[in-house]
């Protein structure tokens, strides 16, 4: 019997840009302070896209860009020993180049954004699915490929 292979999906993850980094770097996604629920809603195949309110956890700087863009790259969620009694989860992120850019210019056209004015509560949850059309307006305007090549 063959493994029937789940559906691509598409995720948003929110952290400051200075945690984002750290995740670039090491090739890993934290989520909601170290929660092990949103890493374990994704699928190895699953695309996720950072969002980044500010530039610093501990300063108040806006940002409000998407700052990375990844692909999961296998079903291993862990933990890892920051110290002081953090001992996080994570998931291996297989992060693609690409530039950090204004969520501005999207916001009328995002369908997870339902009032405009209002366009930052949906980045309050931390971590949420998003349409594959979402996913693909964000990334191709983040890296300089054609959408089959973020299959």
Known sequence: MTQVQKAKRYWIGV??????????????????????????KMNTGDWIIYYSSKVSFKEGTPHQK????????????????????FIPFRRNIDFISCTETSIHPFIP???????????????????????????????????EVKSSNLN
């Open 15 to 40: 952290a400051s840009r200075d945690h984002v980094m750290k995740g670039i770097d090491g090739g890993f996604a934290q989520l909601c302070h170290g929660k092990e629920a949103p890493l374990k």
């Open 66 to 85: 998407f700052t990375a863009l990844g692909k999961v790259i296998d079903d291993d969620v862990f933990q890892f020993d920051m110290g002081n009694d």
């Open 109 to 143: 056209h995002l369908s997870f954004i339902k009032n405009e004015k209002r366009w930052g509560y949906p980045f309050r949850f931390g971590h949420f699915e998003i349409s594959e059309k979402d996913f693909k307006l964000i990334a191709e305007k983040m890296v």
